[in-house]
């Protein structure tokens, strides 16, 4: 993580361990107004589509940067993106899933136990599911699957989330539909996606 130092992503100071508890401890960046989970949760009002497309880039702009570097992050979720002092920054966090992209990465996959991982935030689209997230002030995407098999079961069967009421057809259309297409060839990569942001 700390070769991937840049003005995007939540800088990593220091891993330490606690000798009584065993645990490791971490020191990053301070970012004043947390997670973007809490920070949702905890305001009176519904972002705009001009504070959550400011979230997009910034979060495109993270994960291109990743994407270059031939990283995966695998846990892109509202509550590992932390949101600056002033509310209109958005650095990503939580690296523990992350890993470089290489021939043996499906390999390593069927390795993991799928248990342990957090369900709605492994796939690819993960980033689509984090702009619902971000309209919905952090309710859950998927209120009526619990597990990991029954949300596979939604992707599987091409399941794509509905238009949030107060998003315009051009931002749902443009940059969260793309994002969901049950095919992976045909989402959008980071990279692209900046550039459509950067319109």
Known sequence: MKTLRNNYIAALYRVAQDFQTNEILIVTELMKNGDLKNWLRSSKNIPDEKIVISFAY???????????????????????LLISAEGNTIKIAAFGLSALVNHDDFAQRKKTDLKK???????????????????????????????????????????????????????????????????????????????????
């Open 58 to 80: 910034d979060i495109c702009r993270e994960m291109s940067f990743l994407e270059q570097r031939v990283r995966v992050h695998r846990n892109l979720a509202y509550r590992n």
């Open 117 to 199: 991982l957090p369900s709605r935030w492994t796939a690819a689209e993960s980033f689509g599911i984090v702009l619902i997230e971000i309209w919905l002030k952090g309710d859950d995407p998927y209120p009526d699957e619990k597990d990991f098999t029954s949300i596979r079961t939604l992707v599987l069967n091409e399941y794509i989330h509905k238009k949030p009421l107060k998003y315009s057809n051009q931002f749902y259309n443009q940059l969260i539909l793309p994002c969901l297409w049950y095919e992976p060839n045909q989402r959008p990569n980071f990279k692209s996606l900046v550039e459509l942001l950067s319109q």
